[in-house]
């Protein structure tokens, strides 16, 4: 779980390890550089670099007064704020992001950073840009803003997913629902019509309960339920509660949640295998 000072701010946190520099055909095949020409890429190539994360390691997107913003290229981190109305809580978590996503507070030059966490539980690759450079290219070049918006509203589509598992009950369906849409969300060409699926990067029970609203002791108790029925499988040192989950059996975790929106996408599976 993300740790903050008692005052809600974040201890020091050292800068990423430097990479290489990054070239264009390393920006363009990004969806924030989709169908940005060339000749404009090029102009923000001397901001750009790779950098590195370690396993438990942060990321502060604001430092020594200069703003980043990152893209991910490997590894999945998670986001978390310092609780408003509960201090007990020691952070709030509020979302996973993975590979092909961004990173980094679009805010007015001026305004001061927020207060939020970001964490690691695997060794992670990012891409590096100076916020100053990306803002100077998008003045001329507003594509990067629709391209920006595009991948803003796909994430909150994944939390409108995320609001529906809170309002279930109880925490045996959630945790289901919530691993279901891990591999939906991670997993390359996610079918129904397939059983068995590894979700990619290594999950924490916090990150669960968190996504879930439920506690991590209850996780716990429903990961477990999960994996008797064999249903899942955790890999992870033992007495750790970080994993690397696979799913067994897709249908049988779904019946768990709602036996007929199985029938149902196992229908929609078969005929996007059929129409031509």
């Not at 990067?201 to 309960?209: F, P, T, W, Y």
Request: aromatic share 8%.
């Amino acid at each position: 779980m993300a740790s903050f000072e008692q005052d809600g701010r974040r201890p020091t946190i050292p800068n990423p390890q430097f990479i290489r520099p990054a070239n264009v055909d390393d920006l363009k095949v990004t969806q924030l550089f989709q169908e940005v020409p060339d000749e404009a890429i090029r102009q923000i190539e001397s901001a750009s670099k790779f950098v590195g994360l370690k396993a438990g390691e942060s990321l502060v997107t604001a430092r020594q007064g200069v703003d980043y913003l990152y893209i991910i290229r490997r590894g999945y981190v998670s986001i978390w704020m310092p609780p408003s109305f509960y201090p007990k809580l020691g952070g709030v978590f509020l979302a996973w992001r993975g590979p092909k996503q961004i990173i980094g507070e679009l805010r007015k030059e001026g305004d001061a950073p927020s207060n939020t966490s970001i964490t690691t539980y695997e060794p992670c690759e990012l891409i590096e840009i100076r916020l100053d450079a990306f803002r100077d290219l998008a003045r001329t070049v507003s594509l990067l803003y629709e391209n920006v918006a595009y991948m803003v509203l796909n994430k909150m589509w994944h939390e409108g997913r995320r609001s529906e598992v809170v309002q279930m009950n109880p925490a045996f369906r959630q945790v289901a629902q919530t691993l279901i849409f891990l591999a939906e969300d991670r997993c390359e060409s996610f079918s129904f019509k397939q059983v068995e699926y590894a979700i990619d990067g290594i999950i924490h029970q916090d990150e669960l309960a968190g996504y879930a609203g439920i506690t991590r002791k209850s996780v716990n108790e429903q990961l477990k339920k999960l994996k008797k029925k064999c249903l899942i499988s955790l890999d992870g040192k033992k007495g750790s509660h970080s994993f690397h989950i696979t799913i067994r059996n897709l249908h049988e975790l779904q019946k768990i949640v709602s036996p007929d929106v199985l029938t149902k996408k196992l229908q929609e599976s078969a005929l996007d295998h059929t129409t031509l």
